[in-house]
């Protein structure tokens, strides 16, 4: 799999795979969506956690794993416009883990899942091998084609973000430098919220024209949504949400600046829309920020205050490359 990038093999799967008459959006966005009844469509996304690529329980409590697992596929349905309606859980359970250690993860998994009105509907469970194993099913639901997908941006939107972006890739780091994060940084790691809110928010006035989750960083993700929607975008680099945390690190190392643009994690919203002044013309309560415009040529170009380009010099995430 050297050769063949996370993305590249899912659109050769999109490919083999085809599509189906039950199905409005199969393989390619944040969730597949089936047509439900006259009044709404089913939103269902899958996702993958692994001891030693995704987490490593020394970092982390295991109740507080169980909540991460459910938010960060709960998340998946919030980048569609929908509501959370059922999880279901598959662990992978190395001898390791005790019955204490079990019920404590379930614990977290649960309050999550509940916080979003959603619930833990089934799953299965089975020994392993080697590292502890989570596979998580999410299914929600969303008016009928009022989904927002990756596909519908158009030139001259403005781009948002929600929140702050890095926070979640500096805990990281500090955490494989052998330092402990203060606490607004490791919560970011560890405790991802969701924005199931934001999401509703912007598919029930059909105000987003193209979104998804920042999980794999803001220009892998906002590239996605370049790539299906066949435009571009400038983004200004001084317009990124940075949390005091972030700054305050910043402030000694410049470098991290790079984290808030392609390190991962940060379940938060990146979105396109042709309104120009979110907050003032909704009345939009939850912390958005514009941080560029979609453009007609192809790419991310990311400008300077003083008007020159600046490089990042980190990849978004790819787990085959």
């Given amino acids: 799999m050297s050769n063949l990038g996370e993305f590249e093999l899912i659109d050769w799967i999109r490919e083999q795979a085809g599509g189906a008459d039950h199905l409005a959006l199969g393989i390619g966005d944040d969730c597949a969506i089936q047509k439900l009844g006259p009044d709404q469509?089913?939103?269902?996304?899958?996702?993958?956690?692994?001891?030693?690529?995704?987490?490593?329980?020394?970092?982390?409590?295991?109740?507080?794993?169980?909540?991460?697992?459910?938010?960060?596929n709960i998340s998946d349905i919030a980048a569609m416009g929908g509501a959370p309606q059922s999880l279901f859980l598959g662990i992978g359970r190395p001898a390791q883990i005790s019955d204490l250690d079990?019920?404590?993860?379930?614990?977290g998994f649960i309050y999550e899942t509940q916080m979003h009105g959603a619930v833990l509907a089934g799953g299965d469970s089975c020994g392993s091998p080697g590292p502890l194993m989570l596979s998580v099913t999410v299914q929600g639901t969303v008016a009928t084609d009022e989904a927002i997908c990756r596909q519908g941006a158009s030139y001259g939107d403005a781009i948002y973000v929600s929140g702050t972006l890095g926070d979640s890739a500096l805990a990281l780091q500090l955490l494989q430098a052998g330092?402990?994060?203060?606490?607004?940084?490791?919560?970011?790691?560890?405790?991802?919220?969701?924005?199931?809110?934001l999401g509703k928010f912007l598919s029930a006035r059909q105000i987003a024209t193209a979104m998804l989750d920042v999980s794999d960083g803001?220009?892998?993700?906002?590239?996605?949504?370049?790539?299906?929607?066949?435009?571009?975008?400038?983004?200004?680099?001084?317009?990124?949400?940075l949390s005091a945390a972030f700054q305050h690190q910043q402030s000694k190392q410049p470098s991290i600046r790079d984290l808030a643009l392609s390190?991962?994690?940060?379940?938060?919203?990146?979105?396109t829309s042709p309104l120009k002044d979110?907050?003032?013309?909704?009345?939009?309560?939850?912390?958005?920020?514009r941080i560029g415009t979609i453009t007609q040529k192809g790419g991310i170009q990311i400008r300077q205050a003083d008007g020159q380009l600046y490089h990042c010099q980190r990849a978004g995430f790819d787990h085959f490359a």
């Fill in 179 to 197: 330092q402990i994060p203060e606490k607004s940084l490791a919560e970011r790691f560890h405790l991802p919220s969701p924005r199931v809110e």
């Fill in 102 to 107: 079990m019920k404590e993860l379930l614990s």
């Fill in 218 to 241: 803001l220009l892998a993700d906002l590239g996605h949504i370049l790539t299906a929607s066949e435009v571009g975008a400038e983004l200004e680099l001084d317009m990124i949400p």
């Fill in 278 to 289: 979110l907050a003032e013309q909704t009345g939009l309560t939850t912390p958005v920020a």
């Fill in 263 to 271: 390190g991962g994690e940060d379940y938060e919203l990146v979105f």
């Fill in 41 to 72: 469509d089913l939103l269902i996304s899958t996702d993958l956690l692994i001891e030693g690529v995704h987490f490593k329980r020394e970092w982390t409590t295991l109740y507080n794993l169980g909540r991460k697992a459910a938010a960060v």
